[in-house]
């Protein structure tokens, strides 16, 4: 068994009087390795200047978790399989709607592009690549969200 965390710190600014909901939701993410996130929420779901724009909010890190984990099981397959890949661009989106009261992600859609060093393969070899890494990530296994693959060729 694996244990993963993060640190999630906010504080509220002396200026804040925070029960008339006026407080900025700026907060960090931080990691093991040292690494700080800004971050906050969405100004799609809390208006500016609450939220802050330029921060990664938990639906944008959301939809890029499951891309980024798709992405790193297709590079380990596609090695594999002796591919030699140069680059992997992921437009993912990510589309959040009320289902039976409950706000929630329904959705994740990945749009890989990659670039093939060398002999790409072949539109049925890459789909399966692709399948497979669906199917490997633990990301993807855990949540209750589509997440659908659509590859950029």
Same mark, same amino acid.
């Given at each position: 068994?694996?244990?993963?965390?993060?640190?999630? %710190?906010?504080?509220?600014?002396?200026? +804040?009087?925070?029960?008339?909901?006026?407080? /900025?939701?700026? &907060?960090?993410?931080? @990691?093991?390795?040292?690494?700080?996130?800004?971050?906050?929420?969405?100004?799609?779901?809390?208006?500016?200047?609450?939220? %802050?724009?330029?921060?990664?909010?938990? +639906?944008?890190?959301?939809?890029?978790?499951? /891309?980024?984990? &798709?992405?790193?099981? @297709?590079?380990?397959?596609?090695?594999?399989?002796?591919?030699?890949?140069?680059?992997?661009?992921?437009?993912?989106?990510?589309?959040?709607?009320?289902?039976?009261?409950?706000?929630?992600?329904?959705?994740?859609?990945?749009?890989?592009?990659?670039?093939?060093?060398?002999?790409?393969?072949?539109?049925?070899?890459?789909?399966?690549?692709?399948?497979?890494?669906?199917?490997?990530?633990?990301?993807?296994?855990?949540?209750?969200?589509?997440?659908?693959?659509?590859?950029?060729?």
């Amino acid at each position: 068994m694996s244990s993963f965390g993060a640190n999630v %710190i906010w504080h509220r600014q002396e200026s +804040e009087k925070f029960t008339d909901r006026r407080y /900025s939701r700026g &907060h960090a993410w931080q @990691f093991d390795g040292g690494v700080e996130v800004p971050a906050s929420s969405s100004p799609h779901v809390v208006p500016i200047p609450y939220s %802050i724009a330029e921060n990664v909010d938990p +639906e944008e890190a959301f939809v890029a978790s499951l /891309s980024s984990c &798709h992405m790193l099981f @297709f590079l380990h397959f596609a090695s594999d399989a002796g591919l030699v890949i140069d680059h992997y661009d992921d437009a993912a989106t990510g589309v959040m709607e009320t289902v039976d009261g409950k706000t929630r992600i329904t959705k994740v859609t990945l749009r890989p592009k990659v670039t093939y060093g060398g002999q790409g393969p072949d539109i049925d070899l890459e789909d399966e690549l692709h399948h497979r890494a669906h199917e490997a990530c633990f990301l993807a296994n855990s949540v209750t969200t589509e997440v659908v693959t659509e590859p950029v060729r």
